[in-house]
Every structure is written in structure tokens, then in C-alpha cells.
């Protein structure tokens, strides 16, 4: 058990690509950390310098309190689990799962000893005596586990472990991983690209966008107040609903206009957001599909702000409603907004309206079917604001 | 790559190997440049640089031009017949036909046999005798009454190497036949379908979707074909022995080292070899490993 | 045949999996041609083997010109006795020479192919390309120097100077075999063994050599073929005749013209059994060692 300090790390490989810049992260002791991103954002080459199978190009590793960048894979105290499990293929799962032991060199007893203990607490009892190609992906990814857990390291490294599963065993197996972490009591890194593993997972997300760290933060935190247009975009599905907008005085109070809609701004909101100097300035402004509501739906009045929707398409999704209706104001067109969303700046609609598409989340079995014109209430309490140049929240 | 301490165990196992081939390859090759730089002429060895005076010896001696002319002809009809032959039996069988295996095997089981043995038979086939003492391949013809196409085979003036190029021939369709067979079989099938249903006909299909796939394969094959026919020897020794009519460089290296003593004129010869497969195989090298860096 | 004219085994050829083709009438008529073609050609290659075979059961009184081609009257083992009588010592200095030439240059290869592709140094492709073009070299160019090489170091004369030249020579393609096929080896097995806490030899003896077999099979299986066939490092090396590896011994007694044919076809066709014998036999195992990745293009 060890903490994991990343001082300024980098990596430039040989052609000269930088996959990782200027990192600087702290990950506590048992604490699980989950590393997110976009494909090539770096956190698998981050998550690689620490194990030591990646040569540090710049900055310092510190794992309990040594500095490691100097040192070898093998003495660090730490074990991997591999995306595609790296289990070795001739090998019986009591074999792969003790390899490491018998490297070491332990009495056969107590290598028969741990494997047990480590299959039992794995659910692994009934398969020690076979090979992985008879085995599940399920299974395959409980020895690769096993075979981490049994050495005790002083940390865990975890590279996208759930992505060769099923959707509902990866499920299932994220609250196994979780709660055996929690019951090891192991500091563990987790490396993936699913925003969803990320939220449910860890203690804290730090979110990476092309080598650079983003945010990083509990999931709450991160979710309710992303720090950049990357994170807003890229936290939470359906995406955050974004559209440019503007800030204008009105009566003593501060109302964002988009398009033709106008919603006023609560007092707590402009001063948390440090609304006051962005007026007659554009802005980008975010609201989740979540705090978009259906016409009468919550108990308040929708006089602060609503949109008025034609819904074009409906999506239902049977735990509830999304409703997919155009806004006459410009579409955010940021490079991070892109990068978050998957698409590429080129991106436009094939056919029909060129503006902003928000999508709002509604019960289940509301009443509200295609081409019907109706309110959609905007949750003021629930808006974010950014800055469209440095693509910054507001508060920056 | 700083860390020598996982990288150097490996560098420490291959090490012996590169000694040897830096020695028994590279050594011996830059060994056999001098010593057809000198005046090793005779039982006597000696080591005083002659310039390229061997090799001018070479230019004039006349055996020399014929050997070459032989090695072009053999080399022509060799690469030729191997790559015809080669294409059309995996032709014939890259849709898939019962018995693929079979057919396989015997197309390739001459890669089994040593040149010599095969020399042996294919001596006796190409015997020159004509009309009533005609045997092998003659009497064949006779039989069929094709008897026009006997002729004197690997002793023939014109046509000697060309004959002599048919057990070659033999011997390595099969593996021609392999290598474009995998070629066929690595276009996708879907490439075919989608031409298909653009309207094009099977021959289209072919000529404007499969055959293009092909032409790596033929110029790997054209390639190493072409270093097995300069390099040949086993062959001509044991269907032509020594004889001037058949002979080779590759051959006469032999006879000039083993018989005459002339070592620098025989080191020229093997050096002329080597540049010849040089001008093969260092294009086709980079060519490949490159690629290879690219996937 | 395969000897010393280095050609890189024959890549794995994919089974069709859907049989298509043109439309439903040419495809009878056409079929029928492939077959007919397909066989005609299978004559081609096998009348030499019908020749082989049929004439060296002959009764030397057969083996007359006219007479080529036709079935034996009298089926007579007399050649085969003879040829065994001059060629069995050869066979013997062959089995000799083969077996510990293979596996020495099969287990060298797989050390370097395994090095080469998976525990790589700074020029491992460097290296590598240096070891091929050892592969194509005429080896004329080298038998001298390599025979002085032999009587300067004292090298035991005869089979052993043979064996330590195609373990020499067969670094190349042994190591182009096994590296092609551990290229197949995902990486991160190499990084979990190193996690494990595994050196180099460690992983190589504990995780790759135990998946190998594929390797080793293709690997041994051409090795044998060609050291077997070998026929111009033997000339070169061996001066001896009682030395002599078979395939040498087989041109000397063949070469005169004077030797009788189903004496010649006898002793052609005993030297090619042993290799023909792993054909048939093995066969299947090295294409199917192929098709694991022994050789990719």
C-alpha cells in the first residue's frame, strides 16, 4: 500500500510524439484513481510509465515515497492487469496465477496455499486446473486479477480491464472490481475510456485530452462543475447540451440569451460563475438533458427560461425519454467540444437545421410525441458557462 | 532505451550468431574480393595484389562468355516456365477444388528431393539419343507421334540451357504455385463481390481486382527465383558434369578452383555471383523490412 | 534440392471458404477442364517418380532404351541391393551429419528468432537484415576460405566441419522462421512475465519456448530436408569419399554413364527417402505449422 505521485511526467517517443505532457498527479494510499479519456489521450502510456514498461521521458515517478523512474519494472512492487488479460496460454489458471510465486522461488505448499485463497476470493476454485482458451472472457479476466492480486503489490495498475466484455458483464464485473479493491485496501490506478466505468468507479477521475490533464476530481465535482468545455462534453451521456449565447443586463439581473430564447441567470449562479464580466460578451452556455424538463413536469414555474421545442426525434430508452429538438442559436464549434464528442470540427449535419441540437431527459412516459411544440423548462440553478475562446468555465 | 539492463541479455544471446555470420559471411566474402584481387594463379598460394588482373583474364577467356550465355538462357526459360506454370496451377486451384491437398502435395513434393536425385531421372528423360536408340522423353514423343519435338535436349547448341531448365522447372513450380496461391487467396472476397455486382465479368474480375493483389508475389518470386537460377550448381553437375556445353558460372568456379588451381580467377567468378545476387536482393531487402516497419 | 538455394519456406495458403465462381452452366463444363488440367499436370510432375520407382525394380537385362517406359516382366530387388551395398556407409556419415545439424541449428534458431522479435535490443532489425542477406550469398563464394579455416583451426575433418557449416549458414533462415512466428506472440505476454518478475531466459524457457512447437516443427522439418540434400558444401568440405554425405556419394556413382539405369533410379531413389519419408509423414504438421504463423509472407 503506497501512494503514487506523479511530479511533471512525460513521455516523448521516438518519432517525436508527445503522448504525455506535464502530468502531475496524487494519487493516496488505497485510493482508486481512474485515468479517462479519448483513444490516445495518454493514459495508457501514462499508466505503463508507472508499471515501468515505458521509459520516462521527463518528470519524476515517486511509489511509496522512492523515486522509480530509474527503476526496473520488476522491483517497483507493482502488478498489471493487461486489457487483453496476457494470460499465458499452456499455462493451467493455477499455474498463470502462481507464476509469479514460483519465480519467487516459494515452497510448493505455499504457493498451493495462496492460489487457493486468491481463487477463492475470485470465484476461481472449481477452474484452477484449466487452461485459458477453455475459459470465458469473464473468467480470463478474474485470473489476469488473480494473478495481480497474489503477488500483494504495493499497487494495482488497471489497463482497461472490462473492454473485452459483454456490456452486462462488464457491468456486473465493475462493482466486483470495485469492492475488492475497497476489501484489499490496494492504492489502484484505472485506465479507461468509458466516462461511465469512470463515474461509477473511482474515488476520484482525472480526465486526460492529448497528454494533458483536464481535470481531475471526484465524480460529483467533475460532473457538476467541469473545468473546460472537453470535460463538460465528455462527462456524462447524453452529452451536455452546449450552444453559444451571450450575457446582457436586464432589470438588475443578468440573463443569457440564446438565440431567441432568453433565461435569466440566478444571483448564485452569476456570482459562482463570475457572470459579471462576461456581459455583452459571447459565451458558451451548457445545460445537461437532465435539467431540461418537460412542460409542467417540476413543481416550479418555467417563467425563468424555457425553450420553445419542436420536437424532431425521440429517443426512448425505456428509463426515460429523450427528446432531440433544434435551437436557434450557433452550435458550440470548439476543438474540445469535438475531441469530447468523437466527432471532428468538420462535422455538419447532412441534411436540415445547421444550428445547435439539444437533447432534454424526460420521464418515461411523458406524453409528448414528434413534431409536438412544446415548453421545455431550463433548470437556471443547473447552467454553465464558458469561456468560447480558451474553452475554460467562466469562474477561470 | 536507456535501460541496457532489460536490453542486454538479449544483445548477449544473439551475439554468437553475429560473430559467426560476421565471420563465416562477411569475413569469408571480403576474403574471396582479395583473393580475387591477387595472384593466386596457381597450387601456390600467394597473396600479391594483381589489380583486377583475373578479372580481365575472365573477360577474355571464352568459356566465360559461354557460361554467361548458358546462365541467361537457363535463367530466361527457368523464370519464365517456373512462373507460368506456377500461376496457373494456383489458378486452377484458388477457388477450391476436392482434393485441394492432394493436388498440393504433389505439386510441391519436389522440394523434397535433392537436385542430384532429380538429375538422375531427368538425365535419363532429356537422353539425346534420337530414331531407333531414342529413350526418355524421345521415345515419348515418337509414341505419340509428336515425333518432331525429339531433339538433343541439354546437349542441343541452341537450346541446351533451356532444356536444362526443365527439372528446375520441376522442381519449383510448386513453390511458385504456393506463394501465388496465398496471394490469391489474401484478396478479399468481398473485393470480388462488389466487382461482380458492379456488372463485371469473371475474367474482369480477375484482370482488374485479383491479378494487381499479385504483383508483390511476382516480383518476391521473380526475385528469389532469379538468385536460385545464379546460383544453381547442383543441378548442372548432375544432369551436365563438367562439360563446357552445359557449364555455368557457378560451375565453372568449381571446375577453375578444384582442377585448374586458379584460385583469383575462381574468386572472380564467385565475386561477379555475388554482385549479381546483390543487385537482387539489397533492393528486395530494404524493400521487405521496410514494409514491414510500416505495418 | 531445397540444400543450399535459399528459399524462404512457402507461406501459409489460406482454406477457400466459400466456393464461388461464375455462372451455373460454365461452371460444369469448366469444372471438368480445371480437373482435367489439374491432373494432367499431376502427370507431369509424377512421371519422373513412375520412372524412378518402375525402373529401379528392373532386372538389368531391362533396363534397355526400348524398354523405358514399360511396366517391369520381372520385378528384381537386385538394384536396390546393390544400391543399398554402395550407399549405405554415405546414408549412415547422412544421418550423421543431419540429425545433430538440425537440432543445433533449430534450438539456435529459436533463440535468435525469439530475441530478435521479442526481448528486441537497439538494431535488432538491423541485425536481422544482416543475418537474411547471409541467405542469399552464393555460398561458392565462401567454401575456400571456409575450408582453410577448417585445416588452420584443426577442425575434426570430415562430417563435423559439414555440421558446424550448416549450423554456420543455417543461422539465417532458422532465425527468419522463428522470428516470424514469435512475432505472432502478443507483446504484453512478454510484460506480464516481466511483471511477474521473469528475466530473459526465464520467459523464454517458462512462457515461449512451451508454445514453440509450430516453430520447431517447420523449422526442423526444412532444416532436414535441405542439410539432407545439400550437395555443394559436401563437394567442397569433405574430401574423403568414405566421408562422403549421400548425396555426393549418389553423383559419383551415378555421374558415369556407364552405370546401369535401374541401378542409378535404386540408388536416386534410396538417397530421397529419407526426405520423401518426412514429406509424407510430416507433411501436414509443417503446413499446419506454417498456417500458425511460422512464416508470414
Not at chain 1, 101 to 113: M, Y
Request: hydrophobic fraction near 50%; charged fraction near 20%; charge should be neutral.
Amino acid at each position: 500500500m503506497a501512494e503514487i505521485v506523479l511530479e511533471h511526467l512525460a513521455k516523448r517517443f521516438p518519432n517525436g510524439f508527445e503522448a504525455v505532457k506535464d502530468l502531475s498527479l496524487e494519487i493516496g494510499d488505497e485510493e482508486l484513481l481512474v485515468l479517462v479519456g479519448p483513444s490516445g489521450c495518454g493514459k495508457t502510456t501514462a499508466l505503463r510509465m508507472i508499471a515501468g514498461l515505458e521509459d520516462i521521458s521527463g518528470g519524476d515517478l515517486y511509489i511509496g515515497g522512492r523515486r522509480m523512474n530509474d527503476v526496473l519494472e520488476r522491483d517497483r512492487d507493482i502488478a498489471m492487469v493487461f486489457q487483453n488479460y496476457a494470460l499465458y496460454p499452456h499455462m493451467t489458471v493455477a499455474q498463470n496465477i502462481g507464476f509469479s510465486l514460483k519465480l519467487a522461488r516459494r515452497s510448493r505448499s505455499e504457493i498451493r496455499e495462496r492460489v487457493k485463497e486468491t481463487a477463492r476470493l475470485l470465484g476461481l476454485e472449481n477452474l484452477l486446473d484449466r487452461r485459458p482458451k477453455q475459459l470465458s472472457g469473464g473468467q480470463r479476466q478474474r485470473v489476469a486479477m488473480g494473478r495481480a492480486i497474489i503477488r500483494e503489490p504495493q499497487a494495482f495498475l488497471m489497463d482497461e480491464p472490462l473492454s473485452n466484455l459483454d456490456a452486462q458483464l462488464r457491468v456486473h464485473m465493475r462493482g466486483e472490481i470495485e469492492a475488492l479493491q475497497k476489501r484489499l485496501g490496494v492504492t489502484t490506478v484505472y485506465v479507461t475510456h468509458d466516462q461511465v466505468e469512470a463515474m461509477t468507479m473511482g474515488d476520484r477521475i482525472a480526465i486526460l485530452r492529448d497528454g494533458v490533464l483536464q481535470q481531475v476530481g471526484e465524480p460529483d465535482e467533475v460532473y457538476d462543475r467541469p473545468a473546460n468545455l472537453f470535460v463538460a462534453g465528455f462527462i456524462g451521456s447524453p452529452p451536455m447540451n452546449l450552444a453559444q449565447a451571450t450575457v446582457e443586463a436586464r432589470n438588475g439581473t443578468l440573463v443569457t440569451r440564446v438565440g431567441n430564447t432568453e433565461i435569466s441567470v440566478p444571483d448564485e449562479v452569476a456570482r459562482e460563475q463570475r457572470l459579471e464580466r462576461w456581459r455583452d460578451k459571447p459565451v458558451v452556455v451548457g445545460i445537461r438533458p437532465e435539467d431540461l424538463h418537460a412542460p409542467g413536469q417540476d413543481g416550479r414555474s418555467s417563467t425563468l427560461g424555457a425553450f420553445e421545442a419542436t420536437v424532431d426525434r425521440i429517443e426512448a430508452l425505456g428509463s426515460n425519454l429523450l427528446i432531440h429538438f433544434p435551437v436557434d442559436a450557433p452550435r458550440a464549434e470548439t476543438a474540445g467540444v469535438a475531441a469530447a464528442t468523437g466527432g471532428g470540427l468538420e462535422d455538419v449535419p447532412l441534411i436540415g437545421h445547421q444550428g445547435a441540437w439539444f437533447c432534454a431527459a424526460f420521464e418515461p412516459r411523458s406524453a409528448v410525441r414528434v413534431g409536438d411544440r412544446i415548453d421545455v423548462a431550463v433548470d437556471v440553478r443547473r447552467l454553465h458557462f464558458f469561456d468560447p475562446q480558451n474553452e475554460t468555465t467562466t469562474r477561470a | 532505451m536507456r535501460n541496457i539492463r532489460r536490453w542486454g541479455p538479449g544483445l548477449l544471446l544473439v551475439s554468437p550468431s553475429i560473430v559467426l555470420v560476421a565471420v563465416f559471411v562477411y569475413g569469408l566474402i571480403g576474403w574471396n574480393v582479395r583473393v580475387s584481387l591477387s595472384d593466386w594463379r596457381t597450387a601456390v598460394q600467394s597473396s600479391k595484389w594483381a589489380g583486377f588482373a583475373a578479372y580481365r583474364d575472365l573477360n577474355a577467356d571464352l568459356a566465360w562468355s559461354e557460361n554467361v550465355h548458358h546462365l541467361l538462357g537457363f535463367t530466361v526459360t527457368f523464370i519464365v516456365g517456373a512462373l507460368l506454370i506456377g500461376l496457373t496451377l494456383a489458378f486452377l486451384l484458388e477457388k477450391g477444388v476436392r482434393g485441394e491437398g492432394f493436388f498440393r502435395s504433389v505439386y510441391l513434393f519436389p522440394m523434397a528431393i535433392s537436385f542430384i536425385a532429380a538429375g538422375v531421372v531427368w538425365r535419363w528423360l532429356m537422353n539425346p539419343a534420337p530414331g531407333d536408340r531414342s529413350t526418355g522423353l524421345n521415345v515419348v514423343f515418337e509414341k505419340l507421334h509428336v515425333g518432331f519435338l525429339a531433339n538433343q535436349w541439354y546437349l542441343g547448341l541452341d537450346w541446351g540451357m533451356s532444356a536444362m531448365a526443365m527439372p528446375a522447372i520441376w522442381a519449383l513450380s510448386g513453390y511458385v504455385m504456393a506463394l501465388y496461391l496465398a496471394g490469391f487467396r489474401g484478396v478479399p472476397e468481398e473485393l470480388r463481390e462488389a466487382a461482380r455486382m458492379d456488372g463485371a465479368s469473371e475474367w474482369r474480375v480477375y484482370r482488374h481486382v485479383v491479378f494487381p493483389h499479385l504483383r508483390p508475389v511476382t516480383l518476391s518470386a521473380l526475385i528469389i527465383l532469379g538468385h536460385i537460377s545464379i546460383k544453381v550448381f547442383d543441378l548442372i553437375v548432375a544432369i551436365g558434369g563438367k562439360q563446357l556445353v552445359t557449364q555455368t558460372p557457378a560451375v565453372y568456379m568449381w571446375i577453375l578452383i578444384y582442377d585448374a588451381r586458379d584460385y583469383a580467377k575462381g574468386a572472380a567468378i564467385a565475386t561477379l555471383l555475388l554482385v549479381g545476387i546483390s543487385l537482387l536482393i539489397i533492393p528486395y531487402l530494404i524493400y521487405t523490412v521496410r514494409s514491414e516497419q510500416r505495418v | 534440392m531445397t540444400s543450399t538455394t535459399a528459399v524462404p519456406p512457402a507461406p501459409p495458403i489460406p482454406a477457400r471458404t466459400r466456393l464461388r465462381g461464375g455462372r451455373r452452366v460454365q461452371r460444369t463444363s469448366g469444372r471438368l477442364f480445371k480437373y482435367a488440367a489439374l491432373a494432367f499436370f499431376a502427370v507431369l510432375v509424377l512421371m519422373p517418380v513412375y520412372v524412378l520407382v518402375v525402373t529401379s525394380f528392373k532386372d538389368v537385362a531391362e533396363t534397355d532404351p526400348s524398354h523405358a517406359w514399360s511396366w517391369p516382366h520381372v520385378w528384381t530387388t537386385a538394384a536396390w541391393h546393390q544400391a543399398w551395398d554402395q550407399l549405405s556407409p554415405n546414408l549412415a556419415n547422412s544421418f550423421r551429419l543431419v540429425i545433430p545439424a538440425t537440432i543445433i541449428s533449430t534450438i539456435l534458431g529459436s533463440l535468435n528468432g525469439f530475441v530478435l522479435s521479442k526481448w528486441r535490443f537497439p538494431g535488432a532489425d538491423i541485425v536481422f537484415t544482416f543475418f537474411l542477406f547471409g541467405m542469399f550469398i552464393p555460398y561458392q563464394a565462401v567454401m575456400i576460405p571456409l575450408t582453410q579455416l577448417f585445416t588452420d583451426a584443426n577442425f575434426p575433418e570430415g562430417i563435423p566441419r559439414l555440421v558446424f557449416a550448416h549450423v554456420v549458414y543455417g543461422i539465417p533462415i532458422t532465425a527468419l522462421i522463428f522470428r516470424s512466428y514469435y512475432a505472432t506472440i502478443p507483446q504484453d505476454l512478454m510484460e506480464a512475465a516481466r511483471m511477474d518478475r521473469a528475466g530473459m531466459l526465464r520467459t523464454y524457457w517458462s512462457v515461449v519456448l512451451p508454445i514453440s512447437a509450430p516453430a520447431f516443427v517447420v523449422t526442423a522439418i526444412w532444416q532436414f530436408t535441405s542439410i539432407w540434400n545439400d550437395f555443394l558444401f559436401a563437394v567442397f568440405i569433405i574430401n574423403d569419399p568414405a566421408k562422403w554425405p549421400v548425396t555426393v556419394a549418389l553423383n559419383n556413382t551415378t555421374g558415369s554413364f556407364v552405370t546401369p539405369y535401374n541401378l542409378q533410379m535404386s540408388a536416386a531413389l534410396l538417397a530421397s527417402l529419407p526426405t520423401l519419408a518426412v514429406y509424407v509423414i510430416l507433411g501436414r504438421y509443417f503446413i499446419r505449422g506454417l498456417m500458425a504463423g511460422a512464416l508470414k509472407g
